[in-house]
């Protein structure tokens, strides 16, 4: 299995509305097929970043034909447009991973 973790620190202007944008970002990447999980710093060594976002797929080719989807990609390029820096990382999770 193949996690996508993605890191978002958001503009300024948009941190205020970053609870209804975790339940947007939610939506829109279930329906693009995703399976993801959205979520919201948790404790104070979170607190650097606004948003979460893994994104699970069977193997990394999955991941890459989800990832070019044309609904994926405007989620991303949406999600690009309010944040200040998204950091992202690839990981073979699982019994593959030793």
């Keep these: 299995m193949i996690q996508r973790f993605c890191f978002v620190k958001l ?3 948009e941190v205020a509305a970053r609870s209804d944008l975790v ?5 829109e990447l279930i329906s ?5 999980v959205v979520g919201l710093p ?3 060594s979170a607190a650097r970043w606004d ?7 069977a193997s990394l080719e999955a991941w890459h034909a989800l990832s ?3 609904s994926m990609v405007g989620v991303f390029d ?3 447009a309010r944040a200040a820096v998204v950091k992202a990382w690839t990981f073979e999770s699982g019994a593959a991973a030793t």
Excluded at 23 to 27: G, I, T
Excluded at 51 to 57: D, R
Aim: hydrophobic share 55%.
């Design 51 to 57: 948003l979460s976002i893994v994104i699970s797929a």
């Design 11 to 13: 503009l300024d202007d």
């Design 78 to 80: 949406e999600l690009a």
């Design 68 to 70: 070019q989807l044309p």
């Design 32 to 36: 693009a097929g995703a399976d993801a």
């Design 23 to 27: 339940e947007k970002l939610r939506a």
């Design 42 to 44: 948790a404790d104070a």
